[in-house]
Every structure is written in C-alpha cells, then in structure tokens.
C-alpha cells in the first residue's frame, strides 16, 4: 500500500504526533553534557532551504605528481580524483545561486584526511559562505567526518616528490578546530568536546525554530572502536550505544520544543539494497538495526547520509509506528555526481498548536564543470559532469586495478602475514558453511565434503578411463574411486569391470603426459598384481595438504606473487568480455549498468539486464551433467581459465606448487598405476595434464557463490524500498509548545459587533470582538537532564477541552505514546 502510494504520487506522509498536546520528560545521564540555551523564534518560518552533499574527496593538486603510485591510487578507485577540486567549485557556486539557510556535508570531505586537503576544502566552504554573506544570506554550513577524514595513515599519500610518501593528517580535535565556523560553533549542544575516540565530533544546530539537525560521528578512527589497537580508520561505522542515546535524548527533547528532528552521518542506518548487509554491510553503521529503530522512536523524520555514493531512499516504520528515512545522496567525485536541493516549510492549522512540517527533496545535477588540467594547466570544460563521470565510473583497466592491486595485492601480504593461505581459506570456506572458518577445522572438513560427494559403494564406484594411456588399463585394469563411510576412508582400487551403476570419469591426459608415464612404466619394473588398492583417510590427507599448503605459501604468495597477479589480471581481462546477450553485451557492462543504475537512484532493469542476471543462477551443465556455455557464472570463470593464453600462464605457475601424492595415497594391496603416476605427477600443474583442452571444465558449479551473484545484481536494478530515490516529499506533524490561544470576547456585541475585550482562553463568538493574546516571545531547548513539568493547554472548537499533564524526572519518555496518520 505504501510502496503504490509511493510510486504513484512521489510522495510520502508520515505523523510522528497528533493533534493536541504530548509532554516529554528527559532524566539526566552522567556523561550528558548539558546543551547551551538559545532563543526559539516567536514563530515558525515560511520556508528554509537546505542542500545535502556528500562525498566530495577533495584533492589538492599540492599533492599531486604524475607518477606510478599516483597511476595505481587513481585506478584503484572510481574516484575523479584531479577534477574533485573542480566538481567542488561547480557545487558551491549551485549552492550560492540557489541561496540556501542550511548546508549539510555527510562526511568524506577529502581524498584520504590529508591535511592539506582538509584546509584546501574549508577554504572552499569560507568563500561559499562569505558570497552568501555578501548577497545577505547568513547560511549555516555543518559538517560531519566520513572514514576517510580521520586519522588515514594507512591511505594518506603525498604524490608530489614522485612517489607515495606518508604526510600530514587530521585527527578528531584537529577537525573540530579546522571546521569550527562549519557547524561547531553554532552548535546548541556537544556529545564530547574536547575527546578524541569515537563519537566524539557529535554535535546539535537549530537552524530555526521548527527544525533540529542532529549531527553524529559514525566513524571508527579510534582505538576504542576499531578493534585495531591503534588510532587509525577503517571502512566500518558505528554509533555507540553512549552516542545512540545522546541523539535519542537529544530527539526527544527538540521534539518537546516544537521542531522537526533530523539526523546526518556518513554511514547509512538502513539499507539501500536488499543484499547490502551482506555483500557491503560496512556502508552501514554496524548496529544499524538498533539505530533505525530508536532515532524514529525518538522522533527523528529523516537521516542524510553517504559513503555509497548512491542516490538512495529507504524507509522503515518500527513496531511503534514511527517511520524513518535514510535519505543517501550520491559523491559528487563519482557518478552521477548530483547535489540534493530542499526545502523546508511549515503551515499551522489555523486555532490550534498544530504545525504541519513538510520536506521536498531533489535531486540537482551541476551539469558543466571547468576542469584545469593537473598537468598541461589547460581549461577543459566538461560539457556534462553526470556524463564525464559514467565513462570514468568503471574500466576494464580500473576492475583490474581493484580487484588485484587494491584488493588481492593487499589480501596477499595479510595472508603471508597471518599464517599463509590455509587459515585465509579456511575463512573463506567458513563463509559458505564449509567448515567452522577455523584454520584447523579445514582439513577435516574438506576431507568430509569429499566424502560426501563421490560415490558411497563399490558398485558406483567413478571408473576413471585415461584416453591415451590404454596399456595402464591392460596391464593394471580401470581404476575406481568411491567412499567407505564406514572406515572413513576413500578407497581408489582395481575393478574387474565397470558396472552400470558406475559413474564414468573419461580424462584425456596430454600427449606429452601420457609419453612420460608410459617411459616411466617402462623404466620402473613392477611386480605385477592380481590386485590392487590404495585409500585416502583424514590422516594422509593432512599430510598431503600441510606440503600443498606450505608450497603455495613459498610459490605463489611470496616468490611467485608477481606472476599470480598477473594472471589474476588476465584472467579478469577474459571474464569480463565473456558475451551476455546477443547484442554482444558483455559481462562487464553487465556490472557497469547494475552498479551505475543504483548510484543514480529511480532504478530501471532493461531485458538483457534481466535475463543475464537470471542466467547467473543457472548450474553451468546439461541435463546429464556435461559442461555447457548457458550464461552461468560457473561457465564464464571455466571459460577465462580454460583461454588458451591464461591456461599456458597457469600450468607454468602450478608447476612450481609440488606435493607428494604418495602422501595422499596410501597404498593397501599391491602395485597399482598411482605409483606410476606418483613419479609424474608431482606438482600441481602436471595434474592439469590430466584433465585435458579444458581442465577448468572439471570445476564444479558453486551454488552459493552463484546465489551471491545473481542477488547482488538483481537487489542493485531492483528497488525493494522507496520508489522514488531523486524527488521525494515528506511531511510531519508538529506540535508549538509556544502556542496560546485566543482570548474570548465575554460579552455579545450589538449591532456593530463591538463586544468588551476578553481575556479568557477560550475563543471569541463569530460576532464578538476577543483580542488574541500576543504569542510567547521566546521559548528555550530544554537543557539536557532538566525535569520538567508543562501545563496543560486547550484546545478550544465551540465548547472547551481541558487536559492536564504532570511530568515529573522519573517518568521515561518512551511510555508517552505518539501515533502516525
């Protein structure tokens, strides 16, 4: 109903309070830092402006070099990084024309928390702020940190020498100093002024009578917070449960004084796709569920956020039937590179305390930009920054960049770091329900899977058949593989025949393979056997294992990294050029169109887009279990492995990766052809030899991980949330604690209506003549920890109500019921 509403109407109406008077009572916390007491206008105000900007990233070309480590931080990112300052200029001079009263910034104001960058921005916002003066708007500009802002020593660069070297940075007090005239010093209350871990940038404005911003630090930059054990960033967020109560006590009590409540933080409180709890939970505050639920229960309308750099809208309603919404304004350093517009009115219902509150939101694209070049100093002007960014927001070059310099690179030197690849995989398999994500819990649980899938009885036994190696079979007969559950053990044997319940495992070894074992066989006699047997059980597989694991350590993290990345690269060169459609779509504008139509909000999903996510889920085989090209994950990453070029390049790499299979196998009854094949096959790529032309044909379809896929693509084209994610319309009903009534005439009037002066509370009859009595001149926000008591007042139609409230320091806030229309 809701959503249909939504989609209709671009609109959407929620009422945190009805109408007549609600009392709000606030009990005093230790750590509470009492809020400063300002004047409340006599009255509301027509209209305020507001714009919402996020994620600029500023760049100061003062730490520019054209230089390599420049190239690798550039590409590793979506991010226009050179033309960042430029966009920022465009931005404010939009912000200037449109003359607003409240400028919101939500965090990653900079590249990386250099300081240069942090002073360069606030230079910026200085000058937006003094033309604004000068056409005679005094406009507030507030605020807030992202993760990139704080304490970045792990990613704050000065390229300006020619290389990357680390350089100055701000921490929480250093921000709060830089940015004082941007939100601090206007600021009615602080959660820690002069603390430095998380949190503690948190602060309150009232604009105007009517409208509170509560702004919260949600970064972990702090060793309190990131479970680092030193002060530095991270991706993730928070909001702490001392800081979540704040902004509640501080909700409710702009609630009690007569003002719509709003919130800005960096990191998102609900999500904005279906799987982003899954597949990118750090773009919400880590205890987002919480947060959601007690900001609406305290009477918070609506959060600004960033960090997706998306034009989102989300929207929940809690058990108590309040409604949020998390408002997500895209980077203005990255596609579509949109700022958001807003106003804010108010209208009272004529005779009463009731105001109504109503939020229009909209999108603003900057359009051109005048673009210096960092290098030539020549002015570019760039016809169309929304269009500019979509071409730059994904290359192949870039995907490369970030999935091996910026994301295996890394991964490499904390596996290398943090006890190799086994404890890496066994995290990874942990995540798929393989094992219990425990370095040793892996060889027994990868020892079980195997045990679960090959056949469970001699009978259907998989009878391997080695094409080319016809003389193994005369002289050994066929070889078979199946599971005793009973011994634990996965039995390898000589069978008689190949019966037809049996599963058939053709290979076709190389030619220069089945040469080697056939010259081996020759040179090394065997006693022949009537009988042969070998098995597997958790004992040699660990041991087979402990070598595989150490020799891809030496091989392929630390000697051979160089050339495991670029293979890695290769391989994803091939991948995302595997066709989609027949259009000759490929699967890299695929993922270019599902992650550019969810950063630019209002998400469409033509056809092609449909059917190859669709295709994603599909197993990758035919009805009797062959390989086939259907549009699978699984056949795309078999066909990248299987390009002649990458497959020369792996076998070359896994020849270095040796291991014993005389350690696997261990041998039972008499010779059998694992021991000839144990001379040949001592390393890992002597082993794809025996698969064939296409030996990544033999990788098995990964249910889960195509799960993984097809949801990420489908939840980003699909909006399951708020319809309308570029114009939106939000409305709340306020009640005016400074209201009072009108007087009422005490005497009928004659003929001319000119009854005696009232001074009751009541209302004046049509044909009397009551004077109104002159509103509140001023009210104050309730200091923070104050009991109160408000008297009651009337509502007064013909006749008149009277209710009476107390309220004392023991009553809590949440037994005072509030109701949604």
């Not at 009541?762 to 109160?788: A, I, R, Y």
Request: hydrophobic share 40%; glycine share 10%.
């Amino acid at each position: 109903m809701l959503e249909k509403e939504i989609s209709r109407r671009n609109f959407v109406r929620f009422s945190v309070v009805g109408a007549g008077a609600t009392a709000v009572a606030m009990s005093a916390d230790p750590y509470e830092a009492a809020a400063e007491t300002i004047e409340a206008g006599t009255d509301y105000p027509n209209q305020i402006k507001i714009v919402h900007l996020s994620d600029v990233h500023y760049f100061s070309q003062k730490l520019y070099a054209d230089c390599g480590d420049f190239t690798i931080a550039e590409n590793s990112d979506r991010k226009m990084f050179r033309e960042s300052g430029a966009i920022v200029d465009k931005a404010l001079a939009e912000i200037v024309a449109y003359q607003p009263d409240l400028v919101i910034l939500s965090g990653d104001l900079t590249k990386d928390g250099e300081l240069v960058c942090h002073q360069g921005m606030h230079e910026k916002l200085a000058a937006a702020k003094k033309q604004l003066a000068n056409a005679g708007k005094q406009a507030m500009f507030c605020v807030i940190n992202g993760n990139h802002d704080i304490n970045n020593d792990d990613n704050g660069r000065d390229f300006s020498s020619g290389k990357a070297e680390h350089t100055d940075l701000v921490d929480p007090l250093a921000f709060k100093g830089l940015y004082a005239d941007c939100g601090y010093d206007d600021a009615i209350a602080k959660f820690d002024e002069g603390g430095s871990q998380g949190g503690s940038l948190s602060y309150v404005v009232r604009p105007a009578k009517g409208v509170t911003l509560i702004v919260v630090d949600s970064g972990k930059y702090s060793a309190d917070q990131n479970g680092l054990g030193r002060d530095e960033h991270v991706t993730s967020g928070v909001v702490g449960e001392k800081l979540l109560a704040w902004v509640e006590s501080q909700a409710k009590q702009a609630r009690a004084a007569g003002d719509i409540v709003f919130v800005t933080q960096h990191h998102g409180v609900i999500p904005h796709f279906s799987m982003e709890p899954e597949l990118m939970g750090e773009y919400l505050v880590d205890n987002y569920e919480d947060c959601q639920r007690r900001y609406a229960d305290a009477g918070v309308s609506a959060v600004f956020t960033g960090h997706m750099h998306a034009n989102d809208i989300a929207s929940i309603t809690t058990e108590a039937g309040n409604t949020l919404y998390d408002i997500e304004t895209c980077a203005t350093v990255t596609y579509p590179s949109d700022i958001r517009f807003a106003t804010l009115s108010w209208k009272r219902e004529e005779g009463t305390a009731n105001v109504e509150a109503t939020l229009a939101v909209e999108n603003h694209p900057l359009g051109s930009v005048d673009y210096v070049d960092f290098d030539t100093k020549a002015t570019t002007k760039i016809a169309d920054i929304t269009a500019y960014g979509e071409e730059r927001l994904l290359t192949v070059d870039v995907i490369k960049t970030m999935i091996a310099d910026a994301l295996v690179s890394p991964a490499i030197d904390d596996m290398v770091a943090n006890g190799g690849v086994k404890p890496a995989l066994a995290g990874l398999l942990g995540g798929l329900n393989v094992g219990d994500g425990t370095a040793d819990g892996l060889d027994p649980a990868l020892f079980n899977m195997l045990l679960t899938m090959l056949p469970q009885s001699q009978d259907e036994a998989l009878a391997v058949v080695l094409g080319d190696l016809s003389f193994l079979l005369k002289s050994y007969g066929t070889l078979g593989i199946w599971s005793d559950a009973a011994q634990q053990r996965i039995i390898l044997e000589q069978l008689d025949g190949v019966t037809s319940s049996a599963q058939v495992l053709a290979l076709s070894p190389d030619p220069s393979l089945a040469a080697e074992i056939e010259a081996v066989a020759a040179s090394v006699p065997m006693a022949a056997a009537v009988y042969w047997s070998y098995y597997i059980d958790a004992t040699s597989f660990a041991k087979f294992m402990a070598t595989l694991y150490a020799n891809i350590d030496a091989q392929l993290l630390q000697e051979g990294r160089g050339d495991t990345l670029n293979l890695l690269r290769s391989l994803i060169e091939v991948l995302v050029n595997e066709q989609v459609s027949d259009d000759g779509k490929t699967l890299f504008d695929l993922i270019k169109f599902a992650y550019g139509d969810h950063l630019y909000g209002d998400e469409t999903c033509p056809s092609w887009v449909e059917a190859a996510t669709a295709n994603m889920r599909l197993a990758g085989s035919d009805s009797e279990g062959n390989p086939t090209a259907d549009g699978s994950l699984i056949s795309y990453l078999r066909g990248a492995i299987n390009n002649e070029e990458n497959l020369k390049a792996l076998t070359t790499l896994l020849k270095k990766v040796k291991f014993q299979l005389g350690d696997l196998c261990v041998k039972d009854q008499g010779n059998g052809p694992i021991t000839l094949i144990g001379i040949v096959a001592s390393n890992v790529g002597s082993v794809l030899g025996f698969l064939g032309d296409n030996p990544a044909d033999m990788i098995p379809n990964i249910p889960q991980l195509a799960e993984l896929a097809h949801g990420a693509l489908y939840s980003l084209t699909h909006d399951e949330s708020v319809l309308t994610d570029r114009k939106l319309e939000l409305a709340s009903t306020l009640t005016d604690p400074d209201w009072k009534p009108a007087g009422s005439g005490s005497t009928d009037g004659g003929n001319d209506g000119s009854g005696i002066a009232g001074t009751g509370t009541g209302n004046g009859t049509s044909n009397g003549k009551g004077t109104v009595s002159k509103k509140n001149p001023g009210g104050t926000l309730p200091q923070m920890g104050d009991s109160m008591s408000f008297a009651s007042f009337a509502l007064m139609g013909l006749g008149a109500l009277a209710a009476a409230f107390k309220v004392g320091r023991g009553k809590d806030a949440d037994e005072w019921e509030s109701f949604d229309e």
